[in-house]
């Protein structure tokens, strides 16, 4: 195990819990009053446009403002905190191991990628958008498998 591994493992659980945490609450800080809270606010939607489209149709609505996120990318980031708290709070010994066998690391990691890769079939083989919940459902398995795949035990 490299030294800086631990140092990682809790960067990534302080990161992706933050990350959440200002997705949710960045709808709110639109609409409150004062300088500060706007410019927080404009900040986080202006770096999401660089890695989500934000369509207000595929977006959930909170405090009465669209998410900085798209839903499937709410599921994304949400799925990666809660994941990473609930291994985090495992004691070391009931923690999900890891082989290092790259084989079974991939089967996962496709493997949580597939309930997205549904929803995406299904959309353009009907032409029917599934609901934000589900796409957001899709979406939470991918963050889930990152979690677990950077705090994992080697």
Same mark, same amino acid.
């Given at each position: 195990?490299?030294?800086?591994?631990?140092?990682?493992?809790?960067?990534?659980?302080?990161?992706?819990?933050?990350? *959440? +945490?200002?997705?949710?609450?960045?709808?709110?800080?639109?609409?409150? #009053?004062?300088?500060?809270?706007?410019? &927080? !606010? @404009? =900040?986080?939607?202006?770096?999401?446009?660089?890695?989500?489209?934000?369509?207000?149709?595929?977006?959930?609505?909170?405090?009465?403002?669209?998410?900085?996120?798209?839903?499937?990318?709410?599921?994304?980031?949400?799925?990666?905190?809660?994941?990473?708290?609930?291994? *985090? +709070?495992?004691?070391?010994?009931?923690?999900?191991?890891?082989?290092? #066998?790259?084989?079974?690391?991939?089967? &996962? !990691? @496709? =493997?949580?990628?597939?309930?997205?890769?549904?929803?995406?079939?299904?959309?353009?083989?009907?032409?029917?958008?599934?609901?934000?919940?589900?796409?957001?459902?899709?979406?939470?398995?991918?963050?889930?498998?990152?979690?677990?795949?950077?705090?994992?035990?080697?």
């Amino acid at each position: 195990m490299n030294r800086y591994d631990p140092i990682i493992r809790r960067a990534f659980l302080a990161g992706a819990i933050l990350w *959440a +945490a200002l997705l949710l609450c960045a709808p709110a800080l639109v609409g409150a #009053a004062g300088g500060s809270s706007s410019l &927080v !606010a @404009l =900040a986080i939607y202006t770096g999401c446009s660089a890695i989500c489209h934000q369509r207000p149709e595929r977006s959930f609505q909170l405090f009465g403002h669209q998410m900085p996120v798209c839903a499937r990318c709410t599921g994304i980031y949400v799925g990666a905190a809660i994941a990473a708290i609930v291994v *985090a +709070a495992m004691p070391a010994a009931v923690r999900p191991v890891a082989t290092n #066998a790259r084989k079974k690391i991939w089967t &996962v !990691a @496709l =493997a949580s990628v597939l309930p997205s890769l549904a929803t995406l079939i299904y959309e353009w083989t009907t032409g029917d958008m599934p609901s934000n919940w589900t796409r957001a459902a899709a979406g939470f398995p991918i963050g889930a498998v990152v979690s677990w795949l950077v705090l994992r035990i080697h």
